[in-house]
């Protein structure tokens, strides 16, 4: 066995250095929120809540917890996530497959007009006028069709498909699938690292998403959580009612915020670590050549 040279040594002690500050820097806000979201008011407002709870206190997660259209908005989440996830991954999937064929005509302009739409957009008044005139208002395709493709997750795709080896699809048409039975049984199996990737990206997006349905949703049944939660900082902090005492809306203005962050952090954290071993791979993949 080769012993590592001494400056090859060196190299691993100064990357294990630079690493690990890098992972206290990055994790020291997280537990600083966490913290103050369970520290009382006068702790927070003081400045003392670093790493550790200090005057413990549960009153915002109370109110909020026992708020009924709360847990109505968090469905909502679910499942207007779930759903534009799955209409993103359809469309994207299927564009990205397009485009990775070179011999198909037309190819260059089909990617110039998905590169367009990254630098030029309608603007908000068109889009609004578009919804609503197309009757999308207040129904889960206002929130889904509008960000339904990702150019950038497209142009990943479409990468990470013309890297797989043709022979795999000439064998599978002379053993007579089709086009679409080629993508789902043959491209789709071997993509299991980009989809996951993929999804994770749009997941992630569309839950944290409030401008969209601030904008088209008017009932406050139909609302996510990320704008129900908007709502209670801007009540909390504009000092509105927020179905508390004086006291108890002094708590939550003091740390709705940080409670905020959780709530709307936690299950993303929760399934990120399922879909972590597809991320490099998916995201490096698609972008080897060769």
């Known amino acids: 066995m080769v012993r590592p040279s001494r400056s090859y040594r060196v190299f691993q002690g100064v990357n294990a250095v630079v690493l690990t500050l890098v992972v206290i820097v990055t994790l020291y806000p997280f537990v600083n929120i966490i913290a103050r979201s369970f520290s009382g008011e006068r702790h927070i407002r003081a ?7 200090k005057g413990f206190d ?3 997660y109370d109110i909020v917890f026992h708020d009924a259209m709360f847990w109505r908005n968090y469905g909502n989440t679910v499942y207007y996530t779930v759903v534009s996830t799955a209409i993103a991954m359809v469309l994207t999937t299927c564009y990205a497959y397009v485009l990775s064929k070179k011999r198909l005509k037309g190819r260059g ?21 578009l919804i ?46 089709s086009t679409y039975g080629i ?8 993509s299991k690292a980009v989809v996951a990737t993929m999804v994770l990206f749009y ?23 990320t704008v129900y939660l908007r709502n209670l900082i801007a009540g909390a902090t504009g000092g509105g009612n927020a179905g508390a005492g004086t006291e108890q ?17 936690l299950p993303i954290l ?16 698609g972008a080897v050549k060769g």
Do not use: H
């Open 58 to 60: 549960l009153t915002t």
């Open 270 to 285: 929760c399934v990120y670590p399922f879909v972590q071993r597809y991320f490099v791979s998916g995201v490096m993949l």
């Open 203 to 225: 997941s992630v997006s569309f839950w944290n998403s409030w401008f969209g349905a601030f904008l088209y949703l008017d009932r406050t049944e139909l609302m996510p959580v």
């Open 109 to 129: 302009l089909l990617v110039g007009v998905a590169v367009f739409t990254m630098f030029f957009t309608g603007g908000l008044i068109p889009n609004y006028v």
């Open 183 to 190: 993508l789902a049984r043959i491209v789709l199996p071997l």
């Open 132 to 177: 609503t005139s197309l009757g999308l208002k207040n129904t889960v395709w206002a929130l889904a069709l509008p960000n339904a493709i990702s150019v950038f997750n497209l142009l990943v795709m479409k990468a990470f498909f013309e890297n797989l080896p043709s022979e795999l699809e000439e064998a599978a048409q002379i053993d007579g699938l």
């Open 249 to 265: 809306l002094s708590q939550v203005a003091a740390n709705i915020q940080a409670v905020t962050i959780v709530l709307t952090s």
């Open 47 to 53: 400045g003392e809540v670093t790493l550790w709870p």
